[in-house]
């Protein structure tokens, strides 16, 4: 029936463009971490397709999809958001939380609700704060004893510390989990997906749009509270702009922002209700930083916002041709 | 550069007939004239077996209001009345006509001087365009002179030309623009003059610059005709898209072009009706794009209509090896033919043979909500779900969400990663939601 041809697209090639963009990231995790970055990634993947496997083959008893690329994909997203140094089984842990809770018990991929690999994340934060928090110290090459600092957000936070300069931020060698670090890589891999229309702009822009005007007033109004530590500029707009960037090149964001909000499956189903999500992961973000108790807020932001996809999805629709303008 | 504001796809063009000149098919042996060409009503024959008929003699008159009256395309002997299967396998009643010679009724005006005056008013016309058998020759197939005859009351303000053909593959307009300028100007000016509309446009999409220069070059002669490029984006022929991108104006849901003051034909339809009109000459050929990846002389063939689809592809150098699947119309909306003994119909614009590759699918996966389908839905429809609507059967909700306002462009299934049939789904649907609305209002 018709029609006849296809435009030969499929999820394969989805998955694995995202994979592709997300090598540069990878690479500066490398440089920054050393061999700690490829034990937790090799592991994170590995345990995330073994699941998958044993769990089609056995469990659901249906042909195992592994192949699709999406398994590999929640593996590498949830070591990503990893500190390098941490234990085996507790990503392993993390690994079967993603696949097996998150998404198998769902119907697998296209039916969970949130975010396979964040809900892996957020499970392990809880459940092991102290070696979910501490990272190892940019240079730190070793997976077993790597010694330990705070992250830039953290510092913010009262951890003490030298807060990096934003060019360091920009290329990577700074504290933090595998794909918080080097957000050139992380801008770079996020316009690849856009200029191949794996992703389109609505969330990444809403969401980063939305921090960067919300703490750039914070900056503004009350600069003694909202700073970065640096020495008071006489120029109050400078002053805020520098912590305004600061929070977009800082923590997951810009990887929240361009590969974990823009999951297909956990986002809403239309341009318009994309930019509501966008908006509502920026307004949690920030307000967790500031206000909230952790030090970082965009996966939390992200998963609620995942919650409230159906929501959107029902009452906010596509442009309708003919739509009769009142 | 103008287009259509929501949705759209650009598969790719594959005009490997384009510049071929148009080329007069053979005639058949038998030829074999269906009744249900039109939309509407049957067309009641007014011939019985044994009858001798000429070229371009009425054999069936318009069977009601909608409906059209069908000529012989051939001259011969009326061999029967009786059924045969359509392109889908169902039986529907044809005239059989065995041909002798080609002996055309003497109205006919057969030269090739071109007549640009006219002066018949605006009723005259559009009895002539219902004496001669127009149908929307797009593919619709829809009885021209209901369309030229807007509800009282309804003003047009501008006529549209359709010569965007957007569909893949497909060049027997463009072809028609190249040799027939003149005629489909003509033509256009008398639509105008049929509808009492001011203004003509008509609509080519930049793939064409050549069509495009030579039309605008032509136009400067006939006054209020105007020729708009328009950017390459599938469905752009689709009446409601067409009417947006050149006028601004959305056709409101579940109403008619007239609504928003346009009426839209096919650049094929124009033609005809210049031959109808000013050379008595009523529709029983058309030119049809024979074509496909491995068909050894793709081109645009002038065929009489009833000529068996098999005698075509013959014409091009016979159906390939390596052929999977054969289509009648475009490889978006055209449909996939079970027997190659149908015969061409008015509504016929193209034969396409795909290859194996062409038509190989992925399995079917689940829906991984990427939006794709939404995003290329010319409608701002949501074809996801609606699959899952219609897979839990809920007609009240599928409504709510305006699926009867689903043109079944294929936009939707074009782009699904998961290789899911959303137009197959979205078809059933529609007739369910249909059958729901029609009895409620009984
Ligand atoms: S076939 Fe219908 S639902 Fe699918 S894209 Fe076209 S108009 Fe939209
Ligand atoms: S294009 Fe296919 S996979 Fe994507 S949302 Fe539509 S139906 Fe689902």
Redesign the pocket.
């Known amino acids: 029936m018709a029609p006849h041809i296809h435009s030969g697209d499929s999820?394969e090639k989805k998955m694995y463009g995202v994979l592709l963009a997300l090598i540069p990231a990878f690479l500066v995790s490398l440089y920054v971490f050393g061999w700690g970055s490829l034990i937790v990634t090799a592991i994170s993947v590995v345990s995330c397709l073994t699941f998958e496997y044993l769990i089609q083959k056995f469990l659901l008893k249906v042909k195992p999809s592994i192949t699709d690329g999406s398994a590999i994909l929640t593996g590498v997203l949830l070591a990503f958001n990893l500190p390098s140094n941490l234990p085996f089984w507790i990503i392993i842990i993390g690994a079967f939380v993603a696949i097996g809770v998150a998404k198998m018990s769902f119907g697998g991929l296209?039916n969970n609700p949130f975010n396979p690999a964040l809900v892996g994340r957020v499970f392990l934060l809880i459940s092991f704060p102290v070696q979910m928090t501490t990272w190892p110290l940019p240079g730190e090459h070793s997976y077993i004893d790597a010694t330990t600092g705070a992250t830039p957000l953290g510092m913010l936070h009262g951890h003490f510390g030298q807060l990096p300069d934003l060019s360091s931020m920009m290329l990577g060698t700074i504290g933090g989990s595998l794909g918080e670090v080097g957000a050139i890589a992380l801008i770079f891999g996020g316009l690849y997906l856009l200029f191949k229309r794996i992703i389109t702009w609505q969330i990444p822009v809403s969401i980063l749009g939305t921090v960067f005007v919300f703490t750039l007033i914070m900056g503004l109004v009350s600069p003694d509270i909202y700073h970065i530590g640096l020495i008071k500029t006489a120029c109050p707009a400078f002053h805020a702009l520098t912590y305004a960037l600061f929070h977009l090149l800082s923590g997951g964001l810009l990887l929240g922002a361009f590969f974990m909000a823009t999951d297909?499956v956990t986002s809403p189903?239309n341009p318009r209700g994309q930019i509501i999500y966008g908006i509502g992961i920026g307004l949690i973000t920030v307000l967790i930083r500031l206000f909230g108790s952790y030090p970082e807020g965009v996966s939390f932001a992200i998963l609620i916002m995942n919650g409230v996809t159906p929501l959107i999805n029902t009452y906010v629709k596509p442009k309708r041709f003919g739509e009769v303008k009142k | 550069m103008r287009t259509f504001s929501i949705g759209g796809i650009h598969p790719p063009g594959y005009k490997l007939s384009a510049g071929k000149p148009i080329q007069r098919a053979a005639l058949p042996k038998q030829s074999v004239v269906l009744l249900n060409q039109q939309i509407g009503a049957l067309a009641v024959p007014v011939v019985a077996k044994g009858d001798e008929v000429k070229t371009g003699q009425l054999i069936a008159k318009s069977g009601g209001f909608v409906s059209a009256n069908i000529h012989a395309p051939v001259s011969g002997k009326i061999s029967k009345i009786d059924l045969i299967p359509d392109t889908g396998g169902y039986k529907h009643k044809a005239i059989f006509i065995d041909v002798v010679d080609d002996v055309w009724v003497d109205t006919i005006d057969r030269s090739d001087v071109l007549i640009k005056d006219c002066n018949l008013d605006a009723t005259a016309i559009v009895a002539k365009i219902a004496e001669a058998g127009i149908v929307g020759m797009g593919g619709a197939a829809f009885p021209t002179q209901v369309k030229l005859t807007p509800p009282h009351g309804k003003k047009v303000d501008v006529l549209i030309v359709n010569a965007v053909e957007c569909e893949p593959y497909l060049t027997s307009d463009h072809q028609l623009m190249m040799e027939k300028g003149e005629e489909i100007l003509i033509g256009t000016t008398i639509l105008m003059k049929a509808i009492q509309a001011k203004r003509g446009v008509i609509g080519i999409e930049n793939n064409k610059p050549d069509a495009i220069a030579h039309l605008k070059k032509l136009s400067a002669q006939y006054p209020g005709i105007e020729i708009i490029p328009l950017k390459v984006q599938y469905p752009q022929g689709g009446e409601k898209q067409l009417i947006e991108a050149i006028i601004g104006r959305q056709v409101p849901s579940g109403a008619f072009p007239i609504e928003v003051g346009a009426i839209v034909q096919n650049v094929a339809t124009v033609f005809a009706v210049y031959e109808a009109v000013q050379k008595n000459k009523p529709l029983f050929e058309r030119i049809i794009t024979v074509t496909g990846k491995s068909v050894s002389r793709p081109g645009n063939y002038l065929t009489r209509i009833g000529t068996p689809l098999s005698d075509l592809m013959h014409e091009a150098g016979g159906l390939p090896e390596d052929a999977a699947k054969v289509i009648g119309g475009g490889p978006m909306m055209g449909k996939a033919l079970v027997n190659l003994s149908v015969p061409v119909t008015k509504g016929c614009s193209g034969l396409l043979v795909l290859t194996e590759k062409e038509t190989l699918r992925n399995e079917i996966?689940?829906?991984?909500?990427?939006?794709?389908?939404?995003r290329?839905c010319p409608m701002g429809l949501e074809?996801?779900l609606f699959?899952t609507l219609i897979e839990h059967e809920e007609w009240g909700k599928l409504e709510k969400e305006r699926i009867m306002d689903c043109i079944e462009c294929g936009c939707?299934t074009y782009?699904?990663?998961?290789a899911?049939p959303?137009l197959d789904y979205l078809k059933i649907g529609k007739s369910k939601v249909g059958e729901v609305i029609r009895t409620r209002k009984q």
């Open positions: 999820i296209g297909y189903m | 996966k689940n829906c991984i909500r990427c939006t794709k389908c939404v290329a074809p996801y699959m939707c782009s699904c990663p998961s899911r959303l």
